[in-house]
């Protein structure tokens, strides 16, 4: 059973913000550490700060000649069964790192070039050069040195749901960055459901099966054999073969051979990157550079007869039918937060309800974290006038159109640390003119930016062909913008 049919929720994965996980069978999706190498919000750099911190514990411990800490160290990373990520048979179980296991791997550890040269920095290092470590154990050593942020972020999107969690229970082994330690004596409120320990994981940071495997299959592929074969002919080596034709005769040398001569393997890529560490460094710029994994693509590998134009059109008739007034207000909210995540993501993640600003006087109905690369987003980041870090939304479920009253109660959460930049969420415009004069006047005023957007603008969006809806996303917004700063 899904999640979110456990939880009684109207929603599916692209309506939400996290993994829609199988409490019955673990999804074969691993938390990926390289996707939180430029990290582009909180959530991203507290996990990197925790695993570097453990790495360089670990290291330490190791070049200190202090196997009794490096042991303990290892010790901490037990079997996460929490986020039901991972390919286990039957019921899920995080592999973890045994005893004996452990002391393989800190064998590899110290024995390993990469280890000696100064190479290795983070998990992403090991898991390409270390023998023992693999996608599955990065995935759940991950799991456990970021658990405390994944009890926060679980926390948060309970919230989100509207679903309280029931009581404290002890939080497990939990990383105390800084102390370089493990600590075991907090607890914290974590969803039980079905009898199981649940922890979400945003569905921005996971891979498929594949991922670092790929990622060492494409370093050797394009890096390590195009470095090899240029080698070769520049001195003229062994592995140069002379082909004659008609018209020419070339130098050339095969893949094949350098298979053979250089088989991959992580000793080998060790060596060779130590050797050459200017090639590696090339790789991780690539590697670096994280994709996550495409909604459609978490949502077909468990439905095969997924539609994504009848969802979207499901989503417009779901919309239609939630009548307009405060007793719908909420469920209102609920499905826009939802439709706003499936259109504006990757750019707009991290969906808050009803967050407190100013020592709880006062309540903003939604927030999002913005964490675009590019577009209009980036831009309301990048620009100083409203350096957009969030994107305040306020969503009013009536017809009548959006007045003073309700713009200023949004510039009255703009601030520094958020920006100074909101979107208005409304059923209809009756008066475009008179909306967009209001809006222009707030601008004017240097009080911030604010758009309005209606059911028939979602419509659109949501209209727009897959392939096409980041354009319209754009379109769209800086039409509006245009109109404001005219």
């Known amino acids: 059973m899904l999640l979110s049919q456990a939880l009684g929720l109207n929603s599916s994965q692209p309506l939400l913000d996290f993994v829609d996980i199988d409490l019955d069978l673990d999804f074969p999706l691993y938390i990926d550490p390289a996707s939180f190498l430029t990290p582009r919000d909180e959530f991203a750099q507290r ?13 330490k411990s190791i070049a200190d000649g202090d196997s009794s800490k490096t042991d303990e160290l290892l010790a901490g990373l037990k079997e996460p069964n929490e986020t039901h990520l991972g390919q286990s048979q039957g019921e899920p179980r995080g592999r973890g790192i045994g005893k004996i296991q452990a002391r393989k791997i800190l064998a590899n550890f110290k024995t390993s070039p990469a280890a000696k040269s100064g190479l290795l920095n983070d998990l992403t290092d090991a898991s390409l050069f270390i023998p023992g470590i693999g996608t599955d154990k990065v995935s759940d050593i991950t799991t ?8 926060e972020y679980t926390q948060q999107q309970f919230e989100l749901l509207g679903i309280p969690i029931d009581g404290e229970i002890p939080a497990g082994l939990l990383w105390d960055t800084g102390n370089g330690r493990w600590i075991n004596d907090e607890l914290a409120r974590i969803p039980i459901i079905s009898g199981k320990r649940v922890l979400l994981v945003p569905k921005r940071y996971v891979r498929w099966k594949g991922g670092l495997q790929q990622a060492a299959s ?13 080698e070769e002919l520049r001195t003229n080596g062994s592995l140069v073969k002379v082909v004659k034709t008609k018209k020419t005769t070339k130098r050339v040398v095969y893949k094949k051979d350098i298979n053979e001569k250089f088989p991959s393997s992580k000793p080998f890529l060790a060596r060779f990157s130590t050797t050459h560490p200017d090639e590696y460094r090339k790789f991780r710029k690539v590697l670096d550079r994280h994709a996550p994994v495409a909604v459609r693509a978490l949502v077909e590998v468990r439905d095969r007869s997924f539609n994504e134009i009848a969802f979207d059109n499901g989503l417009i ?10 007793r719908n207000a909420t469920s209102y909210h609920h499905l826009i937060t939802g439709i706003l995540t499936h259109i504006f993501d990757p750019d707009l993640i991290s969906p808050a309800l009803e967050y407190e600003i100013d020592f709880g006087r006062k309540r903003i109905d939604l927030t999002f974290l913005n964490t675009a690369e590019a577009g209009f987003f980036k831009d309301r980041k990048d620009d100083p006038y409203t350096l957009s870090r969030e994107v305040i939304v306020e969503c009013k ?31 209809a415009i009756e008066d475009p003119e008179l909306v967009v004069r209001r809006c222009r006047d707030v601008f004017q005023a240097q009080r911030g930016l604010v758009l309005v957007l209606s059911d028939p603008d979602l419509e659109g969006l949501l209209r727009a062909p897959s392939l096409n809806r980041e354009e319209a996303v754009q379109n769209l917004l800086r039409s509006k913008l245009r109109l404001i700063c005219s």
Do not use: K, M, W
Not at 397 to 424: A, K, M, V
């Open 218 to 230: 494409h370093y050797y592929n394009r890096f390590v054999t195009n470095f090899i074969r240029d």
């Open 317 to 326: 008739a779901t919309l239609a039918q939630i009548p307009s007034g405060r």
């Open 144 to 151: 456990n040195i970021i658990r405390r942020h994944l009890i």
């Open 397 to 427: 479920n009536y017809t009548d159109d959006i007045g003073n009253p309700e713009i200023d109660q949004l510039c009255g959460r703009f601030d520094p640390r958020r920006g100074r930049f909101g979107l208005i969420l409304c059923r």
């Open 47 to 59: 996990c990197q700060q925790d695993l570097r911190d453990f790495f360089d514990a670990v290291l």
